[in-house]
């Protein structure tokens, strides 16, 4: 995106959703690191509270999974150089706001000189060429072919002992960039489709891309949502998908647990699912998916369901399994 793309130069630019919008920012006025980020969440926001002009004054950040131990007592998670930090969010009091169709307009609560130097910003820099880079090399996984299929027993023992239900065992892909961030981003997002929740946090220690088709949890007038996503299979796969046994219950249990997370700020039967079981395709895999609903207690802010739906999100720290 031209506008991301014009604040490169600043600190801490950032490109998030703010529902059917995308928000472009740079230059936070405060910024809160670690467990500080729970207090800060919960300092309510300068700016106004309805409509695009919402999003200014609004924080804007990362939340890593590591953070519910922060919330629930765990151990503590083994070092990773390669990640990114526990929690990382600023506040934007001047922010440019993308309407679907395109057309921006710049909203800002630190005043008029604020605004229109953003815009002047924006409108004078020229658009960049478009970039293309190429992977010449395959990436590389933590966990080779041998040691996944190892580890996946693991897990098989650990639930017939009765000390887990679920473990999501991943592995990362490294492969070397020679391009910035951002180009990296836009590939990304291009591959992804419409689908996806993009989002963009530069930060000193590196820059969190995403790309998810999943969506944690939005609240909006005085209703949390969230769409898990549990259920994968190829493209033009959905058929098989749909009717899988093993898919279908664990896509259940993650819904039956984003019930109870959200039980927990819902009023006295305000939690529902509107859709369940529902198709989710993008370019390049089908995915099942869900809706749970939950009509939020008059006294729930959406810091609270941010910590609600932290217990689902739990990880327990570990190397390797095998």
């Not at 509270?49 to 990362?62: C, R």
């Not at 922060?70 to 526990?86: A, C, F, M, V």
């Not at 990296?184 to 689908?195: H, K, P």
Request: proline residues 8%.
């Amino acid at each position: 995106m031209h506008a991301l793309r014009v604040l490169q130069g600043c600190a801490r630019p950032v490109l998030a959703r703010f529902h059917d919008h995308v928000i472009v920012a740079a230059d936070p006025v405060e910024v809160a690191v670690g467990d500080a980020v729970w207090d800060a969440l919960r300092v309510p926001c300068a700016g106004p509270s309805i409509g695009v002009e919402a999003a200014a004054g609004a924080w804007i950040g990362l939340l890593s999974y590591d953070l519910a131990g922060t919330i629930e007592h765990l151990p503590d998670p083994i070092p990773d150089p390669g990640g990114p930090p526990l929690a990382a969010i600023g506040r934007y009091e001047t922010v440019a706001v993308f309407a679907p169709n395109g057309e921006g307009v710049v909203v800002s609560c630190a005043g008029v000189a604020a605004a229109q130097a953003l815009c002047d910003r924006l409108a004078t820099a020229a658009a960049p060429a478009t970039m293309s880079v190429t992977v010449d090399e395959p990436p590389r996984p933590s966990l080779t072919a041998a040691r996944y299929l190892a580890s996946v027993e693991r897990v098989r023992e650990l639930i017939r002992a009765g000390d887990c239900y679920q473990v999501n065992l991943t592995k990362r892909l490294s492969t070397p960039w020679s391009a910035d961030a951002l180009t990296f981003a836009e590939q990304i997002w291009e591959t992804a489709g419409a689908a996806s929740h993009r989002a963009y946090v530069g930060m000193p220690e590196g820059t969190v891309v995403s790309a998810s088709p999943e969506r944690l949890v939005v609240v909006h007038d005085g209703v949390a949502t969230a769409e898990p996503i549990k259920g994968t299979a190829p493209l033009g796969h959905w058929a098989d998908l749909a009717v899988s046994v093993k898919d279908r219950a664990e896509h259940v249990m993650i819904v039956d647990l984003l019930r109870n997370d959200l039980g927990r700020v819902a009023r006295a039967g305000g939690v529902s699912v509107p859709r369940l079981f529902a198709h989710l395709p993008t370019p390049y895999v089908e995915h099942m998916v869900s809706e749970i609903r939950a009509e939020l207690r008059p006294d729930v802010t959406a810091t609270d369901v941010l910590r609600a739906v932290s217990y689902t999100h739990l990880t327990l720290p570990t190397s390797d399994l095998v």
